[in-house]
């Protein structure tokens, strides 16, 4: 396909010289709206400035230093938007920022704190609310703290008449059973007037916050519906956890954008692992809804399919990145679809409309668990296509062989745990889970070109050694938890043989794999002669109409670009920090391409050789010097 080069004199036609930026107002195909750009999280543009041909030319054009640390471990994983030239974005100190989109200067800014926000912060993005009559466009806000808010777009102000005095607690009529926090797992999904949210509901501990989805009213700030991610009497799947295993039962939530098909009212919500998640005596059955994806009615809350990936999870493979909305054609006919990656090492597609997998499935017998009284579950679902995308088990013969003392040790920690293939569960005595829950696929999930028909993934093949102790959950029941051990060797690097990263395009109309190479490198395993190992990564890709994908992610420091055809890697960029979340790309009002990432102060993921450097977290952006 030959790249059409986006006329920069065109472009200032259309765009004026003239115009200041301004905020808020409709939304045109240049802009970057949603954490995925649009609410199907395609995380797909039609800008075609860029392309494989000329994208060496891009340079660093502005950076905003937010001035915070990062408060999650993880890193700050934030995506701003991007509306008529005007970029939005949380910080991890607890404000919201309006920045010019081609010049970086900030246009209004807002102190979570001045509203009386206690515990400051948001999650992953913001959300753009392009008003309804003659309300204004609106910045729509889930904090740390469990408050919903809405800010003008164009200033930046509180809208004092939502909630109480600008502020919804989310909280209200949760929280009274049980105390405790109430944290939203995402930004908000917007399906008209409804905001819709899941909370966090953690890991471990019977009782404590409900993840259920929940909607509420933008205009009147009134809760519409909620579904109880755990069932209860007279709803359906009630007794998949047991005779009384669904009561005051926390979880499962979600932690990953929501996804809505704007066409039928839809949304998708991929789902957590249940509580406790290493034992699950006290929840007998498969567990719907945990680690599984639903649709459900926007407006009625209504649950129209769910398919789970993982039937009475052990594994901690709760559905970790926001489901990707695309069409498969197959035998001329369209079937709306959605992609789905999971930890366990998989690319679901599903029908959107049924929730069946397209390319069939089938249960398979895997370990069964060792703890007392663990029920398990005797078999897994295993897609037939596409082929799986990391590694879902590891031999003896796969251990690392970057040197002789590598091997060697990695040869006698493999020797000291248990592996029996896919699913081995977390054992009473030293087992090894791969790929572990730290494996599989990137929360930053799918991303689908129309074009290419192609969707992009990346993935990490890693393993996690580990052995259950005795744990008491939420002071009142005796459990089991899992005690974690690395597998790496004694520089630090995975124990399993390389590729530990990897970017693969699966086309979806066959899903077949077109290609798949490594993500990421250690440069001094490079310059010892040692090929491209690939890294861990966290965060997602984006595609563009140029034919270039762009991706950080990897614990490299390193933001790259790949033909999106063949997935050669033709451009980097290299910071200070890591940059792991998902980037994104907007048209300015002066008609150039803009292509921005983050990357995050402090940030350690994935017991990574050399602690990253401390600083601050910083927007960077870029675009072809003479487009």
């Known amino acids: 396909m030959?790249?059409?080069?986006?006329?920069?004199?065109?472009?200032?036609?259309?765009?004026?010289?003239?115009?200041?930026?301004?905020?808020?107002?409709?939304?045109?195909?240049?802009?970057?709206?949603?954490?995925?750009?649009?609410?199907?999280?395609?995380?797909?543009?039609?800008?075609?400035?860029?392309?494989?041909?000329?994208?060496?030319?891009?340079?660093?054009?502005?950076?905003?230093?937010t001035k915070d640390p990062s408060n999650n471990p993880r890193g700050w994983e934030v995506t701003p938007v991007v509306v008529n030239s005007v970029m939005y974005f949380p910080t991890a100190g607890g404000k919201v920022i309006a920045l010019d989109g081609v010049t970086g200067k900030e246009i209004w800014a807002f102190d979570e704190k001045s509203a009386g926000i206690k515990v400051v912060g948001s999650r992953w993005a913001v959300s753009y609310w392009p008003g309804e009559g003659a309300r204004p466009a609106r910045i729509v806000v889930a904090t740390n703290d469990g408050h919903l808010l809405q800010l003008d777009a164009k200033t930046?102000?509180?809208?004092?008449?939502?909630?109480?005095?600008?502020?919804?607690?989310?909280?209200?009529?949760?929280?009274?059973?049980?105390?405790?926090?109430?944290?939203?797992?995402?930004?908000?999904?917007?399906?008209?007037?409804?905001?819709?949210?899941?909370?966090?509901?953690?890991?471990?501990?019977?009782?404590g916050v409900p993840g259920d989805p929940r909607a509420f009213d933008l205009i009147t700030g009134r809760e519409l519906w909620r579904f109880h991610t755990v069932p209860r009497p007279g709803e359906a799947n009630f007794g998949d956890w047991g005779l009384n295993g669904w009561q005051d039962r926390r979880g499962p939530g979600s932690w990953v954008p929501i996804s809505v098909d704007e066409s039928t009212g839809a949304v998708f919500i991929a789902l957590g692992q249940p509580t406790d998640q290493d034992y699950g005596l006290a929840r007998p059955g498969n567990n719907s809804y945990s680690s599984s994806l639903i649709a459900l009615d926007a407006v009625s809350g209504k649950l129209k399919w769910s398919y789970q990936f993982t039937h009475h999870d052990l594994f901690d493979y709760d559905t970790n990145a926001s489901p990707t909305?695309?069409?498969?054609?197959?035998?001329?006919?369209?079937?709306?679809?959605?992609?789905?990656?999971?930890?366990?090492g998989f690319l679901w597609i599903l029908d959107r409309q049924t929730g069946k997998p397209i390319f069939g499935?089938?249960?398979?017998?895997?370990?069964?668990?060792?703890?007392?009284?663990?029920?398990?579950?005797?078999?897994?679902?295993?897609?037939?296509?596409p082929a799986p995308i990391a590694r879902l088990s590891m031999r003896r013969e796969?251990?690392?062989?970057?040197?002789?003392?590598?091997?060697?040790?990695?040869?006698?920690?493999?020797?000291?745990?248990?592996?029996?293939?896919p699913y081995t569960p977390h054992l009473m005595v030293p087992s090894l889970l791969f790929p572990s829950n730290e494996g599989g696929g990137s929360?930053?999930?799918?991303?689908?070109?129309?074009?290419?028909?192609?969707?992009?993934?990346?993935?990490?093949?890693?393993?996690?050694?580990?052995?259950?102790?005795?744990?008491?959950?939420?002071?009142?029941?005796?459990?089991?938890?899992?005690r974690l051990f690395t597998f790496n060797d004694p520089q630090g690097y995975p124990c399993s043989a390389p590729p530990w990263g990897e970017i693969m395009a699966i086309n979806a109309d066959t899903a077949e794999i077109v290609w798949r190479v490594p993500l990421g490198e250690y440069k001094e395993l490079t310059a010892r002669g040692i090929p491209k190992t690939g890294a861990p990564n966290a965060g997602g890709s984006i595609a563009t109409a140029g034919g270039v994908l762009f991706v950080g992610a990897t614990t490299d420091r390193t933001f790259r670009a790949f033909d999106s055809r063949s997935g050669k890697e033709i451009w980097s960029a290299e910071f200070p920090n890591n940059s792991i979340a998902t980037p994104m790309t907007y048209r300015g009002r002066d008609g150039r391409q803009y292509v921005a990432t983050e990357f995050s102060a402090g940030l350690n993921i994935f017991n990574h050789p050399k602690p990253d450097s401390v600083g601050t977290n910083q927007i960077v952006v870029f675009a072809l010097r003479n487009p």
């Open 361 to 385: 499935a089938e249960e398979r017998p895997v370990p069964p668990p060792d703890a007392p009284g663990e029920p398990g579950s005797p078999t897994q679902p295993f897609p037939l296509k």
């Open 156 to 207: 930046g102000k509180l809208n004092t008449g939502f909630g109480q005095n600008g502020l919804l607690d989310m909280s209200a009529g949760v929280m009274d059973r049980f105390g405790g926090d109430y944290r939203p797992g995402q930004t908000p999904a917007i399906y008209k007037n409804i905001a819709i949210i899941t909370a966090l509901s953690g890991e471990n501990g019977r009782y």
């Open 325 to 344: 909305l695309l069409d498969v054609h197959e035998g001329g006919k369209v079937i709306p679809a959605i992609a789905q990656t999971t930890k366990a």
């Open 443 to 482: 929360w930053g999930g799918a991303t689908f070109d129309p074009t290419l028909r192609y969707i992009f993934v990346n993935t990490r093949s890693l393993g996690t050694k580990a052995i259950l102790q005795p744990y008491v959950s939420s002071n009142r029941l005796n459990s089991y938890a899992k």
């Open 2 to 65: 030959a790249h059409r080069v986006f006329s920069f004199v065109c472009a200032a036609t259309i765009f004026s010289a003239t115009m200041a930026a301004k905020a808020g107002g409709t939304v045109g195909p240049g802009d970057w709206p949603y954490f995925g750009n649009n609410q199907a999280a395609t995380k797909y543009s039609p800008l075609d400035q860029i392309t494989p041909g000329n994208v060496a030319g891009l340079k660093e054009v502005w950076r905003y230093d």
């Open 398 to 421: 796969e251990v690392s062989r970057i040197s002789p003392e590598a091997t060697k040790d990695c040869e006698a920690q493999y020797d000291t745990a248990t592996q029996e293939g």
